[in-house]
């Protein structure tokens, strides 16, 4: 297939091609260019994309792609099978806004990730963590007041590791059940019932055990972290990359850069949550837990930090893009992370475009992925219209005419009139 007459963006943050070619062969990227120097094979099917921006599929480095009831009486009512089936049209969703490869943070196991693999369902490929791992009493814990524990995801195995032999135990059982990484809670949460969003959780040597275990089977640790101490817990342990990670401060920010250890901000949940619930009184009514008045405290310290982030991502802090899309927020609209990330970190256009597609590839080690250039998987999308002049273009679904994931259009796009 040959897309023509396009804008090309490569994701490697090189100047835009203006009516560029783009050859997918065997669902990878053959050759890329101007008209003038990329000839189009004979019989190779034509998409002509004159008027729009053809740009690498988006990676999203931080979701949570299955779901359960939002309502917890709803919850407890539904079989697992039931919340397995309903993941399937937040994945679907999830590849229709133009995400093509997700790290799932809990949640997805290895099924989900080989239905994915072989097209059995449709939606971006998956890299995924099986369990949050938690400390008793901690963001993952499923504890509630009444007295006892409702799994989140009945199907997964309890993610509630204290020490450093239960946490080394969970971590193994964790790999063998096929986690491409590890996520592991330094602090607490917005959402928790048991914790606060500001306490540090696991002390750095439960952190390094997981650190260890992991790199012995060559993978990663990803760390959920939202206040100062957990960051800082969790950079002592020398984890991979830091989840929100909103309260650093500068000396946090010296050891990232030094470390190369990456960032994944997130940064739309919350204004986006609380914009939510001042939109519709239901939805804080669904919820167990109170999180109102915390959402919007956290906010209000979140703008007071938009200086210091914006100074890091100026001296080569290493950002990627993700937005802890779950079942009650952000499915299908992943890609207005990108306009925060311009307007809170000062990144241009192209700068958001590049964490989001090739600087996503690197943090997730999938150099395969994330531009369009020779060699690469076919991943990419057709746009209508110019996220170079407007990144907000890239929220309209109706804009995001062709989704292709390795060579083939997503089911369901509309073509291009």
Known sequence: MALVGGQVIDGLGRDPIRRGVVIVEGGRIAAVGSGASVRVPRGAGVLDASGRTVMPGVIDCHVHATYR???????????????VLRSTQILAQTLACGITTARDMGGADAGFRAALEESIISGPRLLISVVMISQTGGHGEAWVPAGFKIPKRAWLPDGVA?????????????????????????GGGITSLTDSWDEPQYTVE???????????????????????EGIRTALKAGVYSIEHGWFFDEECVDTMIKHRTWWVPTLAL????????NADSAWSGQQLAPEDRKE??????????????????????????????SHRLLVGENLVELEFMVDWL???????????????????????????????????????????????????????????????????MRSIE
């Open 69 to 83: 009831a939002r309502d917890m009486r709803r919850h407890l009512l539904n079989p697992p099978t039931y919340n």
């Open 162 to 186: 204290d020490g450093v032999d239960e946490v080394r135990r969970l971590v193994r059982r964790v790999l063998m059940a096929g986690a491409d990484f590890i996520k592991i809670c330094a």
């Open 206 to 228: 439960e952190i390094a055990t997981a650190v260890r275990e992991a790199t012995a089977k060559r993978k990663r640790v990803a760390a959920h972290a939202e206040g100062l």
């Open 270 to 277: 919350v204004p986006r949550s609380v914009e939510r619930r």
């Open 296 to 325: 919007a405290a956290v906010l209000s310290k979140m703008r007071e930090q938009i200086p210091l982030w914006r100074d890091a991502v100026r001296r080569g802090l290493s950002v990627a893009m993700g937005t802890d899309q």
């Open 346 to 412: 000062g990144m241009s256009p192209m700068d958001a475009i590049v964490a989001s597609t090739s600087r996503a590839a690197d943090c997730i080690e999938r150099p395969d992925l994330g531009a369009l250039a020779p060699g690469r998987i076919a991943d990419l999308l057709v746009v209508n219209g110019d996220p170079l002049e407007n990144i907000r273009v890239l929220q309209d679904r109706d804009r995001i005419e062709v989704v292709m994931k390795a060579g083939k259009i997503a089911d369901g």
